[in-house]
């Protein structure tokens, strides 16, 4: 299946990354959040250091704020971001 | 109800009196403006950079409001947050809520700030004399949002 990825703030300046198109193997389905961070994690240190490390990482899929255990599907609009400081 | 995320100014007053002046049944306009400071946690601050998620942002301000409007009996809110780059003095948010007693006025104005604060996906770097740092989230803030799990008013 297909996703649409997109990093913010720290994240995205330090990946270097703000948006992708990511491809999931169904076979390895299904895929969660935690899933997916452990899969992009594997791309070097500073993935695991933002995803998985002691920073908190806030997910969101298709606009709604998500926990790790929350359920991918195809299509879907995921988006990895730090604690928010608006206001 | 009105969300509007931004770059430009606003004018406060503007906003305040068209909420007021839209029907003859409001008793009570409550407002809050938020303002960039030029220090904080002991250091300068010479300017401060705000990001968004869009599409999302608007979304969560809206969802805030439509809970608000659940929870107490008030008639309109509108929320503007800038971002793009501010300086110290600049406007960045406000919330205005009118309704038609102040009480209620004023518990959803501060219950809209203290979920925007911890909900709304906006993200703060400020530059200082040492260079630019992304500001960190405040437990103080995630604690204004708990105590509405706690009250019923």
């Known amino acids: 299946m297909k996703i649409k990825l997109f990093y913010f703030a720290r994240l995205k300046e330090t990946l270097k990354y703000s948006t992708e198109d990511l491809e999931l193997g169904d076979a390895e389905g ?20 933002m ?3 002691k920073l908190k990482v806030r997910a969101a899929i298709n606009h709604e704020l998500v926990h790790d255990n929350a359920t991918i599907a195809n299509g879907d609009e995921v988006a990895f971001f730090p604690p928010v400081t608006g206001g | 109800m009105t969300v509007r995320v931004q770059t430009e100014d606003f ?43 869009p599409g999302m942002t608007e ?36 919330v205005a809520v009118s309704g038609s007693h102040r009480g209620e006025a004023f518990a959803a104005c ?38 509405w799990n706690k009250t019923t008013e």
Request: glycine content about 6%; overall charge negative.
């Open chain 1, 51 to 53: 995803l998985m490390g």
């Open chain 2, 11 to 53: 004018d406060a007053g503007f906003e305040i009196n068209q909420l007021r002046s839209a029907r003859k049944d409001v008793g009570a306009v409550v407002s809050f403006i938020g303002q960039v400071r030029d220090v904080n946690e002991g250091d300068e601050v010479s300017q401060l950079t705000l990001e968004h998620y």
């Open chain 2, 110 to 147: 501060e219950f809209v700030m203290d979920y925007l604060k911890t909900e709304a996906p906006f993200w703060k770097k400020e530059a200082t004399s040492s260079g630019e740092r992304w500001v960190e989230a405040k437990s103080s803030d995630d604690d204004a949002r708990e105590r």
């Open chain 1, 30 to 49: 299904p895929w969660t959040v935690l899933k997916l961070k452990a899969l992009l994690s594997k791309r070097g240190d500073v993935w695991g250091q």
């Open chain 2, 59 to 94: 979304k969560s301000l809206e969802a805030i409001i439509t809970q608000a409007k659940t929870r107490w009996n008030i008639m309109d809110v509108l929320i503007i947050h800038r971002v793009g780059t501010l300086q110290p003095c600049d406007q960045i948010v406000l």
